[in-house]
């Protein structure tokens, strides 16, 4: 067996290392228009609490995080964005679950811009989902049991 050299202090052989092993999934990072804008819709509609706010980055109590998207641009790529187009592209969603979907619909469908309604899907989990302020797809969904 070959001892892998990344980790010289650790004696992981090649054959027992696994991705998960090395790294961990932490949280999408969604680019988003105006930061304060979303900060409160993710506060005051969906109700999540800010763990910390660091102006252009905001992580909230569920480990959900956003980024000024300028701001992002300029780290990931140097150079602001030369287009308008809406961040979310229809192509991604980012998935919440409530216990009690029902009190969630009711208390955030008003207000909100929805996609659908309350819907049971093919797999017996009952769902709705609309756009945030930059058009991201939020799904809501109850914990399958």
């Not at 990072?29 to 930061?35: E, G, K, N, S």
């Not at 995080?65 to 979310?88: E, M, N, Q, R, W």
Request: with cysteine; hydrophobic share 40%; proline share 6%.
């Amino acid at each position: 067996m070959q001892h892998l050299q990344c980790c010289p202090a650790l004696a992981i052989t090649s054959s027992y290392l696994r991705v998960s092993d090395l790294m961990k999934f932490v949280n999408p990072l969604p680019f988003v228009a105006d930061i304060d804008r979303s900060k409160r819709f993710y506060s005051e509609v969906l109700g999540l609490h800010v763990l910390e706010d660091y102006g252009d980055f905001v992580r909230f109590e569920n480990g959900f995080a956003l980024h000024d998207a300028v701001s992002l641009h300029l780290t990931i790529f140097g150079k602001v964005p030369d287009d308008h187009a809406p961040y979310g592209r229809q192509n991604f969603v980012l998935y919440f679950e409530v216990d009690d979907i029902d009190a969630a619909f009711t208390r955030i469908s008003r207000q909100v811009e929805l996609i659908h309604p309350l819907e049971t899907q093919a797999w017996g989990q009952r769902v709705f989902r609309f756009h945030d302020p930059d058009k991201h797809i939020i799904e809501i969904g109850e914990p399958l049991r």
